[in-house]
């Protein structure tokens, strides 16, 4: 193994404890830990899945963590639409 696959296996560890962290964040009550939390999610599993698919030469990885990247905004905005029309 040379350099950069261990560090690419880090940051992917890392990006795994922070996903964990996320998901603590998203449980709390409010709307926007909730919002935060769940952005933070989706953005650490794309780049994720991004290192997977340069490690381990799966293609199809990279186009998952692209609709990951696309949907996840159009989500939050459709929900703040949603939540908005309350007020």
Not at 49 to 56: E, G, K, P, R
């Amino acid at each position: 193994m040379d350099f950069i696959t261990i560090s690419e296996l880090f940051l992917m560890l890392c990006l795994i404890i922070y996903m964990l962290a996320s998901v603590k964040i998203a449980a709390r009550r409010t709307v926007a830990s909730a919002l935060a939390g769940v952005s933070g999610f989706t953005i650490a599993l794309a780049v994720v899945l991004t290192f997977m698919s340069v490690i381990a030469g799966i293609d199809f990885c990279r186009d998952i963590a692209f609709a990951i990247i696309i949907l996840s905004p159009v989500g939050t905005i459709a929900l703040a639409n949603v939540l908005g029309r309350g007020q």
